[in-house]
């Protein structure tokens, strides 16, 4: 069995982790984070490994899952390079950045590869349950990359290979199906409660549309589901609203202009 240490440990690490573990994919070793309290919660939710203090602590592995941050990947890459750890496969969960973000680990010889789970990962148990059938993104060295397509398939995901110079675009596509959504339903019912609704209606208002919204695009498609006065055409509403909201704020009066814009885009190409 594949051992595996973690260093980092989110909603991704603790997720994959826990459904490698589960599944028998994997051994989980150490976990490393850069609180112990937080490692040791980890390693209960994962329910297997222990919790380590110092990278030179944790065990040899086959493989090391570094589930940090996007900022933190390279001089962590760099301190496992130095940490005089025997060659191994590494990987991130980076939708963004490339595999050669830990190139300091490739000039010691390990084989690295990104690793991307096209799925929000808000709550360990609801990502766990929801995984099947997720879309994982595969970029990097070829043995590290095998490693990842026999390991995320055998926990239901469903595995692409990916050009590193497209991950910008693979990432920015995840972020304005699952990451806007949140912020537009934020903004609905902020401005529901600025003209004098309650919170709890408008709390209640926004998830209704949202609910509806989701229905009509699985029924209908993101073209069939528009309606609104950019799909209408209204464009005296669409000037005067976007007037209001940019002198109730700028902010979203910019926000308001360009995804009209983008409505309007997506309304005319099926005329």
Request: hydrophobic share 55%; proline share 7%.
């Amino acid at each position: 069995m594949t051992r595996l240490n973690l260093v980092g440990a989110g909603r991704v690490g603790r997720t994959l982790a826990r459904l490698w573990q589960r599944a028998g994919v994997m051994q989980v070793q150490a976990v490393l984070t850069r609180q112990a309290d937080s490692a040791a919660q980890a390693v209960a939710v994962i329910g297997a490994g222990r919790p380590v203090d110092r990278l030179d602590d944790m065990p040899p592995a086959d493989l090391w899952l570094l589930a940090v941050p996007d900022t933190q990947i390279a001089p962590v890459a760099a301190a496992l390079a130095a940490a005089g750890q025997p060659p191994a496969i590494a990987w991130h969960a980076s939708g963004f950045l490339p595999a050669s973000e830990a190139a300091p680990l490739q000039a010691a010889g390990w084989s690295v590869a990104s690793t991307h789970p096209a799925l929000s990962f808000a709550d360990v148990d609801q990502a766990s349950a929801q995984f099947p059938g997720t879309l994982c993104a595969l970029e990097g060295d070829a043995p590290a990359v095998a490693l990842a397509r026999h390991a995320f398939q055998a926990i239901g995901g469903q595995c692409v290979d990916l050009a590193a110079a497209d991950k910008p675009l693979y990432h920015a596509a995840a972020v304005f199906a699952s990451n806007f959504a949140p912020v537009l339903q934020a903004v609905a019912a902020g401005l529901w409660r600025d003209v004098g609704l309650p919170a709890e209606r408008a709390d209640a208002l926004a998830a209704g549309f949202l609910q509806r919204a989701a229905a009509n695009l699985q029924a209908l498609g993101p073209r069939g589901a528009l309606t609104g006065p950019a799909a209408r055409g209204d464009t005296r509403v669409l000037a005067e609203q976007g007037a209001a909201l940019a002198a109730h704020d700028p902010l979203l009066g910019q926000a308001y202009a360009a995804l009209s814009a983008l409505a309007q885009r997506l309304a005319a190409q099926s005329r």
